[in-house]
């Protein structure tokens, strides 16, 4: 990808909402607007698929290619061994070297949606395990730990927020390997610049630091804003748990359904976040309320499957849906549950619109299940007659599946 922009990339991040905090932003804007820059931001492979949670970075890592600068991907497959306590609550399990070997595997394919591998400023993709796992303990502790303070560590507050429960020397030593990542990534590839979430902000803090402590040069970090709802919780979390970027955990149906439902207000800062739009047509679309911000979520919805899934996917999954709308049951989206399962607890969590047959049991009790045009009230329905030979399964107003029962 090529320089396409021609304004400063902080302006550009800065106008579409990214940017949270800068470290010396006057000499980073300045760095930025003068030559092409190496940043990296890092992503933990602690499941075999990216989900919303790593959206927003690898957005804005896509507009800062496109300004002229290269994104260095590095993959945590040593720190995912130890588990970074920002913004968590509990201890993360240590993961097999298989399991990280695997899930390293299937993030290129995915971030492909966002930066390109080829070309001017192409992204490359680095393991941390490459530098991190042939470490000798002694000479990290003495080269690297004896410019931490731990009363400044201790100070963070992705480590204060774990006092109380308790933290591991383990996960106390997330924040010196995140910094000797930077630091590592200096001196290799000539990386100025680390970016990520807000949550972050302490780790690379104390990274920039270390390379001007042992370098003497100039390092920054910048974080971006997290995706979250109007009520702070974060973005991506469905009843199933996470909004995957992968069509086998999140099919391109329900992950466009997720877009179309979002809360009114949410609707233009996701088309800025998580779309290439430009401003002057969100702007529009989003400008007024009622039936307009309701078509801005069907384009929201349309431009968000499309870049992750695909144009055809995004076309399919906009038909389901208004064909859901109007209950037109020829093009919604189908499932066949195995011959002889007609109890609806059963059909619910078969279909995964229950993550539990208990879950199931609740959501008929709350009402909020019909087969075809009839509520469902009896936990222990039975589909028989005509309707073995299919029915349109509703959950809410916002979920439609058309079941047909094997033979």
């Not at 009520?231 to 999140?250: P, R």
């Not at 509520?375 to 599946?401: C, M, P, Q, R």
Request: proline fraction near 2%.
């Amino acid at each position: 990808m090529g320089n396409t922009e021609k304004k400063n990339i902080i302006d550009t991040l800065k106008e579409r909402g990214f940017v949270k905090q800068i470290v010396f932003e006057d000499d980073l804007y300045k760095l930025l607007g003068e030559k092409s820059v190496s940043f990296y931001i890092g992503y933990d492979p602690t499941a075999d698929s990216l989900h919303v949670g790593h959206y927003l970075t690898l957005m804005a890592a896509g507009f800062m290619q496109r300004a002229g600068h290269r994104p260095i991907i590095l993959i945590g497959g040593a720190t995912a061994m130890v588990g970074d306590p920002s913004g968590r609550t509990d201890m993360r399990s240590v993961m097999t070297d298989e399991t990280l070997k695997r899930n390293v595997e299937c993030f290129k394919k995915q971030m492909t949606k966002f930066i390109s591998f080829e070309g001017e400023n192409a992204a490359i993709i680095v393991n941390n395990a490459d530098w991190i796992l042939g470490l000798k303990f002694m000479d990290f502790i003495r080269d690297i730990g004896a410019e931490f303070s731990v009363n400044k560590m201790l100070a963070a507050e992705c480590f204060k927020s774990r006092m109380e429960k308790g933290l591991t020397f383990l996960e106390f030593s997330y924040m010196l390997l995140q910094s000797y990542d930077f630091f590592e990534l200096f001196k290799k590839h000539g990386c100025v610049l680390q970016c990520g979430g807000d949550d972050q902000w302490s780790n690379m803090l104390f990274g920039a630091d270390l390379i001007r402590k042992k370098l003497r040069k100039e390092a920054y970090a910048m974080t971006f804003e997290l995706l979250t709802t109007a009520d702070g919780k974060k973005m991506g979390k469905t009843m199933k748990g996470a909004l995957w970027l992968d069509a086998e955990k999140t099919p391109p149906y329900e992950f466009y359904q997720y877009w179309r439902n979002i809360e009114d207000i949410s609707v233009a800062k996701c088309m800025r976040f998580l779309t290439f739009m430009e401003l002057d047509r969100i702007d529009e679309l989003t400008r007024y309320t009622d039936e307009r911000i309701n078509e801005a979520k069907k384009v929201l919805a349309y431009e968000i499957t499309k870049l992750i899934h695909g144009e055809e996917a995004a076309k399919e999954a906009e038909k389901q849906a208004a064909a859901a709308f109007s209950n037109n049951a020829d093009d919604m989206p189908a499932l066949t549950v195995p011959c002889g399962m007609t109890r609806i607890t059963d059909i619910l969590f078969f279909a995964k619109l229950a993550p539990s047959k208990g879950e199931a049991r609740r959501l008929i009790e709350g009402g909020g299940i019909r087969v075809n045009d009839d509520k469902i009230d009896d936990v222990n329905y039975e589909v028989s007659g005509a309707l073995t030979g299919g029915f349109v399964l509703h959950k809410g107003k916002k979920i439609h599946l058309k079941i047909e029962i094997g033979k």
